[in-house]
C-alpha cells in the first residue's frame, strides 16, 4: 500500500473535521482538519503532475518545519514519486550535491537563500532539476526561471486525485545521511518500511485513545525520526503541529501544550540540569521538600513500571509531591506532556529516572536513517534504565564481530541509493544489516550500546575509551554545553569544552568577575579552575584511566553552519578533531 493512502485516506473517512494539523501563521496557531488536510494534499500532488512529475521521480524538500513541508511529502508520495529531504541548515553546496546525487526534478524551499540557491543550480547545463516551488510569498522569485509560489502552484487544481498504488518493496524516500564520517548517502526506505514499523509501534505500546494525541514537530523534518514520528502520529489519527524555528520550543510548549513529542538528549540533559540546579540554589527548606518529592517520585515510578497498584500512602504523598514540584516542573513543558521518545545518542539513567519519577515518560530508543529510525525502545512499562529497551515486534538484534549490533527486520532500508558498494559492505553474508555501533544485550533481552565502533579510542597505554558514556556524564550539568573528548594513541584523555554561556553570565555577574568578551574569560584563571573543580566532582566514579587530565575551554559553541554539528546536535567528531588540531597538540 501507498504510505500516503494508509494515511489519508481512513483517517478522512473516519473524522473527517477533527484537526489533522496546525501551524503557526502571523503569532497565531491555526488548524487544517483532515478533510482540508488532504485537499491541500491532493491539490498539490495534481499540480506536481502538471509540472510533469510522474512515479519514481525524486522531488526534494529544502525547508524548514512546517504545514507545507508535510503537504509537499504528502502529495509526492501520492503520485508514486520519491521524496528527498535536504536539511534547511545544509549550505548551498550540500544542497547541490543531494539535489544531483539524487536527480531531484522539482524542490519545496522555504526560505529566500535556500531560492536563491536552487535557482542557481536550475539555470546550469546538464541540472535535473525543471521547478521550484515557494512555500512563502515572502520569498522574492523569477517567475519566468520556472519558479512558483505553492499558494499559485495548486491554485487551479482539483483536491481530489487517484492515489498512486505502491507495494511494500517500491522505495518512498531517500533521506541522505547527515555524514558525521565520509560522504552523505541516499538511504532508500519503502513504503512498507513506514507502515510495518508504524504497525510495530502501535502494536508494542498498545495506546489508548490514540487519536486524541498532540504532537509538536520541532525537530528537522528531514531527519528520519522526525519525519517517522510525525508520520506515525498522522497514520494513528492524532494531531500534529509544526514549529518552524526550533529556537522558539520553549515558548511553543505553552502555547501549543502538546502531550507527545520526539526529542533528542540535549533536550532532556538541559531540563534536567536546570531544575537541579535551581533546586541547589533554593533555601534549605525547598531543597528538603525538593529532594522529598524526587524520592517519592522514584518510589510511584517504580510501582508503575513494575505494574503494581500504589499504596495508598504513597499514592497521598504522590498528590503532594506533585502539587509542591512536580506540576510546576511539568507547566514549563506545556503541563501535558507524558511521552517523549528519544533518539540520536544514549541518554544517562539518572535523567530518564528523573523524567520518569516527575509523570513523564522518556522512552528511550536506537535506531538508525538506514532503520527507518527505531530498532529497539523502551516499553511503557517493565523497562530498564540504563538500556536502550527492547526490539520492536519484527525486529531482531545479534551482537556479531567487535561487540558490533547488528539488525534485521521491518525497517531495514533497501540499500543506499546508486551505491551497490556501499550496501554491500554494510551487510552481512547471511543478510543482517551492521549498524556501526557496539552494544550487548542483558538477560532481560535489552540492548545496551557501548559505544560507536569508530569513536572507540584506545590510549597510548591500551586503554580503550567509550566517550559517548563520559561525554554524557559531563553534559548533565548546566556548566559544559557541548564536549568531545579526545584520546586516540594519547598518553591521557583530554577534552574541548563549550560552557554553556547562558549559565556563566549569570556565574560571572554573581561573582563580579570582570571580561570583555567570551574569548578572554575563558582564558580566566577563575573561570578555568571553576571547570575543574565542577569535571572533577562529575567524574568521581570513574576510573582514572577515563578522566580528563587536560582540557580547553572554547570561546563559541560548535555550529551547524560551520559543519562541527548535524542538525539533530551530534558533534561531527572528525571535523571538530580537524578544525582544532593546533588546540589538541598544545594540550600534549
Known amino acids: 500500500m501507498n504510505l500516503a493512502e494508509a494515511i489519508i485516506r481512513k483517517n478522512v473517512e473516519k473524522h473527517s473535521v ?96 535556500q531560492y536563491d540557491a536552487c535557482l542557481e543550480f536550475l539555470l546550469k547545463e546538464d541540472n535535473h532539476l525543471q521547478t521550484i516551488i515557494v512555500s512563502k510569498k515572502a520569498v522574492w522569485i523569477k517567475k519566468e526561471n520556472n519558479s512558483f509560489y505553492l499558494e499559485d502552484f495548486i491554485a487551479k487544481t482539483s483536491p481530489k486525485t487517484e492515489i498512486c498504488k505502491k507495494e511494500h ?210 516499553p511503557l512499562t517493565r523497562f530498564e534504565h540504563g538500556t536502550s529497551g527492547k526490539p520492536l515486534p519484527g525486529v531482531e538484534i545479534r551482537i556479531g564481530e567487535n561487540d558490533e549490533i547488528q539488525a534485521k527486520g521491518n525497517g531495514i532500508m533497501k540499500g543506499y541509493y546508486n551505491r551497490p558498494e556501499d550496501t554491500k559492505a554494510v551487510f552481512t553474508e547471511d543478510g543482517w544489516f551492521k549498524t556501526g555501533d557496539a552494544g550487548k544485550i542483558d538477560d532481560k533481552g535489552n540492548l545496551i550500546i557501548t559505544d560507536r565502533i569508530k569513536d572507540l579510542m584506545k590510549t597510548s597505554n591500551g586503554k580503550y575509551i567509550a566517550p559517548q558514556q563520559i561525554e554524557n556524564l559531563l553534559t548533565n550539568n548546566n556548566y559544559i554545553q557541548q564536549i568531545v573528548l579526545i584520546a586516540e594513541g594519547r598518553q591521557f584523555v583530554s577534552a574541548l569544552i563549550v560552557p554553556n554561556f547562558e549559565f556563566l553570565d549569570d556565574y560571572i555577574k554573581k561573582n563580579n568577575i570582570p571580561f570583555t568578551n567570551w574569548e578572554e574569560l575563558v582564558k580566566k584563571e577563575e573561570i578555568i579552575h571553576l571547570y575543574k573543580d565542577k569535571i572533577s566532582e562529575l567524574e568521581h566514579d570513574l576510573s582514572d584511566f577515563e578522566k580528563v587530565k587536560k582540557f580547553t575551554l572554547m570561546p563559541s559553541e560548535f555550529d551547524i553552519n560551520t559543519g562541527e554539528i548535524t542538525p539533530t546536535l551530534k558533534v561531527k567528531r572528525n571535523v571538530v578533531l580537524k578544525k582544532y588540531a593546533d588546540i589538541i597538540e598544545k594540550m600534549y
Open 18 to 113: 477533527k484537526s489533522a494539523i496546525g501551524f503557526k501563521k502571523k503569532e497565531v496557531w491555526k488548524e487544517l482538519s483532515w478533510k482540508k488536510f488532504s485537499e491541500m494534499i491532493f491539490k498539490t500532488a495534481n499540480a506536481l503532475k502538471n509540472a510533469g512529475i510522474q512515479e519514481n521521480d525524486k522531488v526534494a524538500i529544502y525547508s524548514d518545519n512546517s504545514a507545507e513541508w508535510m503537504i509537499f511529502d504528502l502529495a509526492s508520495l501520492s503520485i508514486g514519486a520519491i521524496t528527498v529531504p535536504i536539511y534547511s541548515t545544509n549550505n548551498a553546496e550540500q544542497a547541490e550535491y543531494i539535489i544531483n546525487d539524487s536527480g531531484a526534478k522539482a524542490v519545496l524551499v522555504g526560505d529566500q537563500a
Open 169 to 378: 518493496e517500491d522505495v518512498a524516500t531517500l533521506i541522505y545521511t547527515s555524514g558525521t564520517t565520509g560522504t552523505p548517502k541516499g538511504v532508500m526506505l519503502t513504503h512498507g518500511n513506514f507502515i510495518k514499523a508504524f504497525d510495530a509501534h502501535f502494536e508494542f505500546f498498545k495506546f489508548k485513545n490514540f487519536e486524541e494525541e498532540l504532537s509538536l514537530a520541532f525537530l528537522p523534518l528531514s531527519h528520519v525520526f522526525e519525519r517517522s514520528w510525525s508520520l506515525l502520529c498522522l497514520y494513528g489519527g492524532a494531531r500534529v503541529y509544526f514549529l518552524e524555528d526550533p529556537k522558539n520550543i520553549a515558548k511553543a510548549l505553552g502555547e501549543v501544550k502538546p502531550t507527545m513529542m520526539c526529542a533528542v538528549p540535549r533536550f532532556f540533559q538541559k531540563i534536567y540540569a536546570g531544575v537541579n540546579d535551581m533546586a541547589a540554589g533554593g533555601s534549605p527548606l525547598k531543597k528538603k521538600i525538593f529532594n522529598w518529592a524526587l524520592e517519592v517520585g522514584k518510589q510511584t515510578a517504580e510501582f508503575r513500571k513494575n505494574e503494581n497498584l500504589l499504596p495508598l500512602g504513597l499514592k497521598l504523598k504522590e498528590s503532594i509531591a506533585d502539587m509542591l514540584v512536580f506540576s510546576k516542573i511539568k507547566e514549563r513543558m506545556g503541563g501535558r506532556l507524558w511521552f517523549l521518545p528519544c533518539g540520536g545518542a544514549s541518554l544517562s539513567p539518572e535523567v530518564t529516572r528523573f523524567f520518569e519519577s516527575v509523570g513523564i515518560h522518556v522512552t528511550v530508543g536506537y535506531g538508525l536513517t538506514e532503520t527507518t529510525a527505531t530498532l529497539t525502545l523502551f
